[in-house]
């Protein structure tokens, strides 16, 4: 018996009414400028737009110089096995500001010639608009998006929410380190992500890990300027949240405020655990390890996510301030904390880091500076 597998694509714009320069984007009317409108989209959410949006691509694609693919706001689009692929001859394609649900094997591959521009600039100034992000990805199974730079958005780049299995790779992903939250990478409710041989530099996270996502990998990449790789922060507003199996594994931090985090609030629940930070290049990190219990509050609190099994291994370079590890656990601790070969020396000549440790538990060798709890 055959199974017939229905592969959906919902495509559609974040809504942009509640900030006033979104127009900014929505009067793009230059030549090469194709919308699936044009090709035949129904933009229902019923009727098969798969064709139209393939015509689209193909024209985008095909067109000399810069061009966009328009896929209106506030519609539905219903595309099966989408897959966005080159080689193009445009120069550079901007796919305006996406959103991307309830998809099964969809591959978006730039072929390095794409680009998802998110013309956040004019965002950046306004913290209290709930700022879109460039790419919104939830609910997906396998896959792939590759080969791509995604710049300038308005919040996060790239949100990966309820998904399996997906592989992100040679992507560049950019953003001023002066841009407010504009996370490369968040991902949350989400299993079996690889982020891989990309470089992100943008003004928060690189890759942040929120509740809900196990076995996360994320290797080869370059980061910075930025605040680094995050675990959390989980528990926000004494929520329980959980976050195990993260690995990352030769990443370089250059000119991060932080290498590898761990941030979780006093009062929430939960655990983050099972995490490993191997072969890690610091180039002048402000706070190259860094654990913190206390994010956001000082106060001590009966309950926190408990932070265990946490492997550091192979740290290299330099940091910015004085304290290079930092590990400052709740009264209930962390335990089984591994801490071997790790070497971090200033990035100013003539200073010396140290380390700082509260309510810890586990191994510490090879490590410096010295840590003694
Ligand atoms: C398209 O290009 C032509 C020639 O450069 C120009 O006259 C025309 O105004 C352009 N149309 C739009 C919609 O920009
Ligand atoms: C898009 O173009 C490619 C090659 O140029 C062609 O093979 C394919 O059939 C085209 N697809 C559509 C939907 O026009
Ligand atoms: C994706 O495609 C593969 C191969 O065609 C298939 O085995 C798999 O079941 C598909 N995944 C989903 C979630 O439909
Ligand atoms: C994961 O996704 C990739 C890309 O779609 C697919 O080739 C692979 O079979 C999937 N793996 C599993 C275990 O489903
Ligand atoms: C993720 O990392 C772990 C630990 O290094 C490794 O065992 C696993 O194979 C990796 N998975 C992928 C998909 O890279
Ligand atoms: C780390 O990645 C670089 C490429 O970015 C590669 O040349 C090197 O061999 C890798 N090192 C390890 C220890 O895997
Ligand atoms: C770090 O920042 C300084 C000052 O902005 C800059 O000169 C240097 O090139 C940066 N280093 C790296 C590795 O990005
Ligand atoms: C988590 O780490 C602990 C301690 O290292 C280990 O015993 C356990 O097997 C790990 N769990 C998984 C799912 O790998
Ligand atoms: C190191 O980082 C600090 C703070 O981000 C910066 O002011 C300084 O220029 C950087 N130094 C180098 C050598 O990159
Ligand atoms: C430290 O480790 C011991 C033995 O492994 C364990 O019983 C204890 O609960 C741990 N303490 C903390 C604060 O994690």
Redesign the pocket.
């Known amino acids: 018996m055959q199974v017939l597998i229905t592969l959906v694509l919902v495509l559609g714009f974040v809504s942009p009414s509640l900030c006033t320069r979104w127009n900014v984007v929505e009067a793009n009317n230059n030549n090469n400028t194709y919308n699936v409108m044009q090709y035949g989209a129904s933009g229902d959410g019923k009727s098969d737009d798969s064709q139209a949006f393939l015509m689209a691509w193909n024209s985008t694609c095909g067109v000399q110089g810069e061009a966009t693919l328009v896929i209106p706001p506030k519609l539905s689009f219903l595309v099966n096995n989408l897959i966005f692929t080159g080689d193009c001859k445009a120069t550079s394609i901007t796919i305006q500001v996406v959103m991307i649900q309830y998809i099964n094997n969809l591959t978006i591959d730039g072929h390095n010639t794409g680009k998802i521009d998110g013309y956040g600039s004019t965002w950046w100034e306004c913290k209290s608009c709930p700022r879109p992000r460039a790419i919104s990805i939830h609910s997906c199974n396998d896959l792939i998006f590759t080969n791509l730079r995604v710049t300038d958005s308005p919040g996060g780049h790239i949100s990966i929410n309820g998904c399996k299995n997906a592989t992100f790779s040679h992507l560049f992903v950019d953003a001023p380190g002066t841009s407010p939250n504009t996370d490369g990478f968040d991902i949350s409710a989400s299993q079996n992500i690889l982020i891989k041989n990309s470089v992100v530099s943008t003004g928060d996270d690189c890759v942040a890990v929120n509740g809900g996502s196990s076995y996360i990998n994320v290797t080869?990449i370059v980061c910075g300027p930025g605040h680094g790789i995050s675990i959390g922060s989980l528990g926000k507003g004494e929520s329980y949240e959980t976050v195990e199996e993260v690995h990352v594994?030769?990443c370089t931090f250059a000119n991060t405020t932080n290498g590898a985090r761990i941030k979780t609030f006093p009062g929430g629940s939960g655990y983050a655990r099972n995490i490993t930070f191997e072969?890690i290049n610091l180039i002048n990190v402000t706070y190259p390890i860094i654990i913190d219990q206390h994010y956001g509050v000082k106060d001590a609190t009966e309950s926190a996510v408990l932070v265990s099994d946490v492997t550091y291994r192979g740290f290299s370079g330099t940091a910015f301030r004085d304290i290079a590890i930092k590990l400052l656990c709740s009264s209930l601790g962390c335990s089984n904390i591994v801490l071997d070969d790790i070497n971090i020396v200033s990035s100013q000549i003539g200073k010396r880091v140290g380390a700082f440790c509260q309510n810890l538990n586990g191994t510490i060798e090879s490590t410096v500076p010295k840590v003694s709890c």
Do not use: G, S
Request: no cysteine; net charge positive.
């Open positions: 080869r594994y030769n072969q």
